[in-house]
Structure formats: C-alpha cells, structure tokens
C-alpha cells in the first residue's frame, strides 16, 4: 500500500500510486485520470472496473476495509499484486491478519 493521506503530491497523485500499486496499466491510470466525461462502464474491462473500485476505496484511507473475493475476476499476477497491497494495507495500521483469511485466491 504505503500511500498515506497528505502524500505531498495531492489525490491525483495517491490514485495513481495506487493504480499502480494494484497493477493498473500506465495507459489505463492516464485515461482515468484525465478523461472524466468517459463511460467507465462501456470503456474500462470488468477487471479494470474492479482494481478501480479497490483503489477508490483505499483512496479514501479507511480504517475498515471489506472485500469480497476481491481476486476473483483477476489473473495470478494481478490477484497476487491486491492481496499484497491489501496486507500492506492491514500492516500500515498495525494489525495483525489470521493467515487462515488470506489463502491462494
């Protein structure tokens, strides 16, 4: 995770650290970014609309988080990359994570 509120480049900055982080493709973070009168729905492919929805919800920096199956429309690489800007995220709180909740996908 390791995007913190206040990060010195502003929102526009933290989202696409956290596209990023999640594996959103640079091409992809620019058209988001900067096209706000697209369709997400028709433009952005089912996996996309779901990385976004995540990071919209990290965003916000909350201190509650809950996904569900949030790998199941993902490949291998892009499922290990939020389950590991996921943990991040429960370690930058410092908590600790029943390893049992956070199998293989």
């Known amino acids: 995770y390791g995007v913190m509120p206040g990060d010195d480049d502003g929102d526009i900055g933290r989202i696409k650290k956290i596209l990023k982080k999640l594996g959103v493709k640079e091409h992809v973070i620019d ?20 990385l976004l929805s995540l990071a919209r919800a990290l965003v916000a920096d909350p201190e509650l988080i809950c996904v569900h199956k949030p790998t199941e429309l993902l490949d291998q690489e892009n499922a290990k990359q939020v389950l590991r800007t996921l943990r991040s995220f429960v370690r930058m709180r410092g908590v600790e994570q029943d390893p049992a909740t956070f199998g293989n996908r």
Do not use: Q
């Open 31 to 50: 058209m988001i970014c900067d096209d706000k009168s697209l369709d997400w729905g028709s433009v952005l492919s089912p996996t996309t609309r779901n």
